[in-house]
């Protein structure tokens, strides 16, 4: 079965990514209802299909480049290439953290705009008890995510601690 359809059909999938600790710090300190927009240089394709497919999923981050699961919150939203004209783009900025607010879409010197996803989260709380990275299995391979994985994100099925 490949990805798309292994999505599909499961409802307990979820996404594994990594942030830097101060803007993680900075959204556990929000109203958890309150709508929280992060930026990728790269396209979130499958986490948007996952989205769409179950209206929202959990969402996993480790902070910088450390190997333990600290955080989770609640992806609710996948913006795939945003344009600085558009309503939704616009909305969705306006959802930034104040440490973030000012950087826009990483527009280059040439007007090519380098963030790829906009992804909206919310409920984001630190792990009581934080997990290794290699806990959660990739969905795409049914194997545990490597202790060396740096891409910018990855689906999962949601962590259990009982697995």
Known sequence: MDLQA???VTPNCAVFTRNYQQHLEDAIKKNPRQPITFRSYLK??????AVKTHSFCKIYFVPGEEKLVQYEAILE???LEPQADNPKTKELLTNCLESTQEEGLWE???GEVGVQTL???SHCRKLTSPF???ELIKLSDDRP???NFIRSYALVYEWNKFN
């Open 6 to 8: 292994k999505i599909k």
């Open 77 to 79: 939203e996948v913006l």
């Open 132 to 134: 290794m990275q290699t």
């Open 119 to 121: 992804y909206v989260i």
């Open 44 to 49: 979130w394709t499958s986490a948007e299909l």
């Open 108 to 110: 280059k010197e040439d």
């Open 145 to 147: 995510i490597d202790e």
